[in-house]
Nanobody, 120 residues
Framework: QVQLVESGGGVVQAGGSLRLSCVAS????????MGWYRQAPGKQRDLVAS???????KYEDSVSGRFTISRDNAKNMVYLQMNSLKPEDTAVYYC??????????????WGQGTQVTVSS
């Protein structure tokens, strides 16, 4: 079993920045891939960014150039630096740990999520 705990969410004005953190514990069975999803009210959960164990990254088009995913394998942590935030970035953000399948990150475990609210 793997436990994931996110932190760093909050309320920020449009154009501002936030940094999300997620720590994984338990049977993390390295190597693994990690990623961030988000879910806005009434919408499906979408993949925002992913990072392989060796650091290869991939981003959803709407956040490319504004968000940066990184990880610290020694600490079992993954981060999401979010800059130039827009109201449409408002969502609950979830981190996940899993694997890359056909070039796409697939989470096996999820955290409880952290709320990000961007005011206009």
């Amino acid at each position: 079993q793997v436990q994931l705990v996110e932190s760093g969410g909050g309320v920020v004005q449009a154009g501002g920045s936030l940094r999300l953190s997620c720590v994984a514990s338990g049977n993390t069975f390295s190597p693994n891939a990690m990623g961030w999803y988000r879910q806005a009210p009434g919408k499906q959960r979408d993949l925002v960014a992913s990072i392989s164990y060796l650091g290869a990254t991939k981003y959803e088009d709407s956040v490319s150039g504004r968000f940066t995913i990184s990880r610290d394998n020694a600490k079992n942590m993954v981060y999401l630096q979010m800059n130039s935030l827009k109201p449409e970035d408002t969502a609950v953000y979830y981190c996940g740990v899993g694997k890359i399948v056909n070039g796409i990150f697939v989470a096996d475990y999820w955290g409880q999520g952290t709320q990000v609210t961007v005011s206009s």
